[in-house]
């Protein structure tokens, strides 16, 4: 390999060590805690505590986390556990997992390939 250098812009703006939380990445394989008893919501609020800003207190997470499930069309699954959602469903939960930190660019690897009900 050649050496490489360069400089990483964003915006215009140099490259900052909080990049990680305006760019949010998909995985094509959708992967979850392995757990029989894990739901949607389960997830998400794991998420939401790890990912979302500290000084939202919990009642501002978990409307956050029911905004994201809404607009995803998530509420009659919430309760469902992960391995019994279809694909289009946990690909959808994915979505939701990096779209609560609200990221400047969402990168999705093959985000409708396969999935019959996305």
Same mark, same amino acid.
């Given at each position: ?8 812009? !964003?915006?215009?703006?140099? !490259? ?6 305006? *760019?949010?990445?998909? /995985?094509? $394989? /959708?992967?979850?805690? &392995?757990?029989?008893? !894990? ?7 794991? *998420?939401?505590?790890?990912?979302? &800003?500290?000084? #939202?207190? @919990?009642?501002?997470? @978990?409307?956050? *986390?029911?905004? $994201?499930?809404? #607009?995803?069309?998530?509420?009659? %699954?919430?309760?469902? &556990?992960?391995?019994? %959602? ?8 994915? #979505? %939701? ?5 609200? &990221?400047?660019?969402?990168? $999705? ?7 019959? /009900? *996305?």
């Amino acid at each position: 390999m050649r050496n490489v250098s360069g400089t990483v812009l !964003y915006n215009g703006n140099m !490259y900052r060590n909080d990049f990680a939380r305006v *760019i949010g990445y998909v /995985d094509q $394989i /959708d992967e979850f805690l &392995p757990s029989t008893n !894990y739901t949607v919501i389960d997830h998400l609020t794991f *998420i939401g505590e790890l990912r979302l &800003p500290s000084h #939202l207190n @919990k009642v501002q997470r @978990k409307k956050q *986390i029911h905004n $994201i499930m809404s #607009l995803f069309g998530l509420f009659y %699954c919430s309760n469902a &556990p992960l391995f019994l %959602c279809s694909g289009g469903e946990r690909k959808r939960v994915n #979505l %939701c997992s990096e779209l609560l930190n609200t &990221p400047s660019l969402l990168l $999705i690897d093959e985000g409708t390939s396969g999935k019959e /009900d *996305i």
